[in-house]
């Protein structure tokens, strides 16, 4: 009998080192890979999720946490400043680079490293195939192509997160974050891209339409933006959110005459007077008379007016009634714009530009304003219509012998 027990013990014993090398003792668990991931040990994070992972393929947790723990080993933030400059020129000194301030901040780019990110995307990929209906998994898909500016990719998680879940909720808005992401991060065009189809899968919600007619605007299709713009303001003619929006947009689309109009209808929704002075602002461009009489009223002082905004009414009053290129303008305009009143000093320049395009300091002021809001198509019109030689006068028609 003792022979018989010792027997049976050894063979336990050898059935349990099998068992652990076949790997079927228990392995990490999601939460203990995104605890390391935590605590930045990211390669032990890395090394047990990919354990876990081999011995249960088919858990789409332990694929998360595994591409998690990849993405965050790969991913790294670079500070760049966008200038286009000649490389001779800079060396030879007649060019300078961008200065680097509060005001002036470097460009944040987000870089990964291509064999982690493919590892990480192939996970996240097989977890979405294991659980197509979870939006959580679908939403990670598209926010880590989306955050590496792999716009095909993300592109096709959009299209597929709308194929596979209701349209129901907040599933438009959550979607088109991505598009406005990619905008914020200085690629309006890839964000148009990724805004299209939610654009098109609701075609109702004034919010996403007018997210994608701004940032069309950025992009530098106006036409298509306009279109947008509208279509939103038919869908919603009295919600602030929106109207503001909208009327941000034109304003850096120089289409002065529908700010206006916009603004007045902001002002009709909240009764605000600053939406009203907004209005007041935008007739400089294109209506002076009309700017001036608007301004002189919101300027004039009264008990239950907003000081500073009857300050800032007296000034833009002062602005519409110089001459439209006179210095004290361009100096007006960049006192808005050191404020962070920059739609309001648009038209002044504006104004100032069609009156004389030479005027330099107007155009590199406008420029850098419509810069700072990410329309860099407006900026760089703005730079090439100043840069453009004058018309040459026609000569009259010969008088006829």
């Known amino acids: ?28 668990t999601p939460s203990e890979i995104q605890a390391l991931v935590k605590e930045g040990k990211l390669d032990d994070a890395i090394a047990k999720g990919r354990a876990a992972v081999q011995a249960k393929p088919s858990d789409p947790e332990l694929r998360m946490a595994l591409a998690h723990a990849l993405a965050a080993k790969g991913r790294s933030i670079h500070r760049v400043v966008s200038a286009t400059v000649d490389g001779k020129d800079l060396l030879e000194g007649k060019v300078a680079l961008p200065a680097i301030d509060p005001e002036h901040p470097p460009k ?67 979607l088109a974050a991505f598009g406005v992401e990619r905008a914020k ?18 075609p109702n919600d004034p919010a996403i339409a007018v997210d994608y007619g701004y940032i069309l605007g950025q992009a530098g299709r106006k036409a298509d933006a306009l279109k947008e713009l509208d279509r939103a303001f038919k869908l919603a003619p009295t919600d602030p959110r929106v109207l503001r929006r ?21 002002f009709e929704a909240t009764r605000a007077d ?32 907003d000081a ?36 309001l000093a648009l038209p002044i320049l504006h104004r100032a530009l069609a009156a004389d395009k030479g005027l330099k300091e107007a155009a590199a002021l406008m420029a850098g304003i419509e810069r700072n809001f990410g329309f860099s198509t407006a900026a760089d019109e703005i730079l090439r219509d100043a840069a453009a030689p004058p018309a040459a006068p026609s000569k009259p028609a010969p008088k006829p012998k």
């Not at 941000?248 to 529908?258: D, I, V, W």
């Not at 300050?311 to 004290?328: H, R, Y």
């Open 246 to 266: 909208r009327t941000t947009a034109l304003m850096l689309l120089r289409e002065f005459k529908r700010a206006r109009a916009s603004w007045q209808a902001a």
């Open 185 to 202: 991060r200085g690629d309006p065009r890839g964000g148009a891209v990724l805004l299209q189809p939610v654009t098109a899968a609701f």
């Open 108 to 174: 944040a780019e987000v870089r990964y490293d291509p064999a982690l990110f493919e590892e990480a995307v192939k996970n996240v990929r097989e977890a979405v195939k294991l659980s197509p209906k979870r939006a959580d998994l679908r939403f990670e898909e598209c926010y880590l192509l989306t955050d590496a500016g792999d716009v095909d990719g993300a592109l096709e998680a959009v299209k597929g997160a709308l194929g596979a879940l209701p349209h129901a909720g907040p599933l438009g808005s959550d």
């Open 308 to 343: 500073a905004l009857t300050e800032l009414a007296s000034e833009l009053f002062t602005a519409a009634s110089a001459p439209a290129a006179a210095k004290q303008n361009v100096a007006a305009a960049k006192k808005l714009a050191d404020d962070k009143k920059e739609l």
């Open 1 to 28: 009998m003792r022979h018989r027990n010792l027997a049976g013990v050894r063979i336990l014993l050898v059935i349990a080192a099998c068992s652990l090398l076949l790997g079927a003792a228990p392995g990490s």
């Open 274 to 305: 600053g939406e009203r002075l907004g209005a007041a602002a935008a007739a400089i461009a294109f209506d002076t008379k009309t700017a001036i009489s608007e301004l002189r009223e919101l300027g004039a002082p009264a008990a239950s007016a």
